[in-house]
């Protein structure tokens, strides 16, 4: 069944049925147990040697015995990870039908990485007036794919994109039912942005949540409610440690086997076994071996992800492949220079963040400018690893906010622009309130302001003379009118002006999540779907 075109009504015809998911299944510390996982090399770099030799995830333990299983658990689909794709698949199944659908996760409660989800088409964007063609939809894909040397799965990415507004309408009709408003969120637009996104991320908001962007939380909430009451299960505080695969390794995966209270508990799924869980996030190894550039990040930003691959490891020790290109996609960014929190959805620290790009004076730790600032947060990641300690300052005065207002921070969605849009006033006053803040909890980064060059310098370790240099040398680019050194466009030059305050954050980079994981399982059963 290779290059079948699935539908959310379709995908479960088959009697034999794997189907590959992405999303993270919760909180977990590793492929087997802590003490089989051999970090040994973990704080090194990928050398040569390490590229060749095994590395403990590549070993599968030995099969658990039937004599250790304290209970068997009948289903028919079982479904691996309580995330979004894991509970997308097993309401999609209720939906179609099916009576019988448990989910497990070793995490204690569902887990939504990201805030948006990214659809074409859906009722949303057809109301705000944007609808694309499948001409437009190709050119998108296209553009992305160029920038991954076209190594995406193209025929992945079009049957997605042609199904996304179905699907999004699909969830919408939960979410809203549930007493949600589901909007699209503000893309970068102007014109002369090379960053600029296409418009179709879609955020919830209501019952509390102000703004878009932070809301697949509570869809995940309205899932998990509809999926109890449509009669599924979710077991969560289960670790799955095993795939069964029949003859020996060589016929269909009929099985899982999880420890439940300290008890191994098998379940057999009578239709398959759906494994939505991909991230590799807090593996070290697996890092290094599938995406070293994301592991060297992890060694000085945070990998935000608790996910630690479990999922990818069974799947390679029944005989699944793992994908071909490589390294695997990584989620890497800057902080977005709004720190908010997540309880109150409050602001707690705010940065020079403009159109999703950072106007200010970025510089490292020798005080020396090294990018175009007028760069998308996530763009500037690369540039921002080749730095010392990956670190970075970005600076900025007042005269900023004026030049920029009306200032549009975080959350904003088309179906009310007046959400977080701020005067020039109103961002100095913000930037002033949040002077001194270290964002929430493990944000890796500092906000504050400081009435001196001098008092800067020395609060954050850097040469002074150096630092002096690099702003008068900015300044002077800016009066020029043109950037002979990075190219940044001329309506982001403004200047740094000679008397403070001086704004000021310090900042490394993020890897929010790790995705990667097995394309296809053995091709002696039916597969659908693609991880």
């Not at 440690?241 to 300290?262: C, H, M």
């Not at 106007?359 to 600032?373: D, H, Q, S």
């Not at 730095?387 to 600076?395: E, G, L, N, S, V």
């Amino acid at each position: 069944m290779k290059g079948t075109t699935v539908s959310r009504r379709s995908f479960l015809t088959g009697a034999s049925v794997v189907a590959l998911g992405a999303a993270a299944s919760g909180m977990v510390t590793g492929c087997g147990s802590q003490s089989n996982i051999q970090t040994s090399d973990s704080t090194e770099t990928l050398s040569e040697t390490s590229k060749t030799s095994t590395w403990s995830f590549e070993v599968a333990p030995p099969p658990i015995a039937d004599e250790d299983i304290s209970e068997v658990r009948e289903t028919s689909i079982l479904v691996i990870g309580a995330g979004p794709s894991g509970f997308a698949s097993a309401l999609s199944a209720l939906d179609a039908g099916e009576k019988d659908v448990i989910i497990v996760s070793k995490a204690s409660s569902f887990n939504a990485l990201g805030g948006s989800i990214h659809a074409v088409n859906s009722k949303q964007c057809k109301e705000i007036g944007y609808e694309c063609d499948v001409e437009t939809i190709s050119h998108d894909i296209r553009e992305e794919l160029k920038l991954m040397s076209n190594a995406g799965d193209t025929a992945k990415w079009m049957r997605a994109a042609l199904a996304s507004g179905e699907m999004m309408d699909w969830l919408s009709s939960y979410t809203e039912a549930a007493g949600f408003q589901t909007v699209i969120e503000v893309a970068p637009n102007e014109p002369d942005n090379v960053y600029k996104g296409p418009i179709g991320t879609h955020g919830f908001i209501g019952n509390g949540i102000p703004m878009a962007g932070v809301g697949v939380g509570a869809a995940l909430g309205v899932m998990e409610d509809a999926i109890k009451e449509k009669g599924g299960q979710i077991h969560y505080d289960t670790t799955v440690e095993q795939l069964v695969r029949e003859n020996n390794n060589t016929g269909r995966v009929t099985a899982a086997i999880a420890k439940v209270d300290g008890k191994y508990v098998k379940y057999v799924a009578s239709k398959g076994i759906i494994l939505a869980t991909g991230c590799i996030t807090q593996n070290p190894e697996m890092l290094q071996k599938f995406a070293p550039e994301a592991y060297e990040v992890t060694q000085y930003g945070i990998p935000q992800s608790p996910n630690s691959g479990e999922g990818t490891c069974m799947a390679f020790w029944v005989g699944a492949a793992p994908q071909k290109n490589w390294p695997w996609a990584a989620a890497l960014y800057t902080p977005l220079f709004y720190a908010v929190d997540p309880n109150t959805f409050d602001f707690v620290s705010t940065g020079p963040t403009y159109q999703n790009t950072m106007p200010g004076l970025a510089v490292n730790k020798a005080g020396i400018r090294f990018m175009n600032e007028d760069i998308s947060c996530c763009m500037a990641v690369s540039p921002l690893t080749k730095q010392p300690d990956m670190t970075a300052f970005t600076i900025w005065t007042k005269n900023f906010a004026t030049a920029l207002e009306p200032w549009c921070l975080f959350g904003q969605y088309y179906q009310d622009l007046s959400v977080n849009q701020y005067t020039g006033e109103e961002m100095i006053a913000k930037w002033d309130q949040y002077a001194g803040s270290e964002g929430v909890g493990e944000t890796p980064l500092e906000c504050n302001r400081f009435d001196t060059i001098e008092e800067l310098a020395e609060h954050f370790e850097l040469p002074l003379e150096e630092l002096t240099k690099t702003i008068t040398t900015y300044n002077e680019k800016c009066a020029q009118g043109y950037d002979d050194e990075f190219g940044k466009r001329p309506g982001r030059l403004i200047p740094i002006e000679e008397e403070g305050p001086y704004y000021v954050m310090k900042y490394t980079p993020a890897l929010m999540s790790m995705f990667g994981g097995p394309p296809e399982f053995p091709t002696s059963y039916d597969v659908v779907g693609r991880s």
